[in-house]
């Protein structure tokens, strides 16, 4: 079974920057999927940001710039970091790992994001 822990979420005030970290209990390969999507209230679940195990990129349109999405093989753990966030940043944000050879997706729990005006 594929485990995804997430941490780094908080408050911060617009404007700030926050890390999200997210370690998977098995060895990230390298076409391995690894992603960052948030669910607001009352909204669905959107992209973020995907990262391969290779360090491929993609990120979500309304983060360009602001987001940047990076990996460390070697410790299984991807990370998120956000800067010049604004409150519609505000959201849950998830870790997603999708196993390249059969293409299983495996969440984390979500760790809060809220950003105060």
């Known amino acids: 079974q594929v485990q995804l822990v997430e941490s780094g979420g908080g408050l911060v005030q617009a404007g700030g920057s926050l890390r999200l970290s997210c370690v998977v209990s098995?060895?990230?390969?390298?076409?391995?999927?690894m992603g960052w999507y948030r669910q607001a209230p009352g909204k669905q679940r959107e992209l973020v940001a995907t990262?391969?195990?290779?360090?491929?990129?993609n990120y979500a349109d309304s983060v360009k710039g602001r987001f940047s999405i990076s990996r460390d093989t070697a410790k299984n753990t991807v990370y998120l970091q956000m800067s010049s966030l604004s409150p519609e940043d505000t959201a849950v944000y998830y870790c997603?790992?999708?196993?390249?050879?059969?293409?299983?997706?495996?969440w984390g729990q979500g760790t809060q994001v809220t950003v105060s005006s």
């Open positions: 098995v060895k990230i390969l390298t076409f391995d999927v």
């Open positions: 990262i391969t195990g290779g360090g491929g990129t």
């Open positions: 997603k790992y999708r196993r390249s050879f059969d293409g299983s997706d495996f």
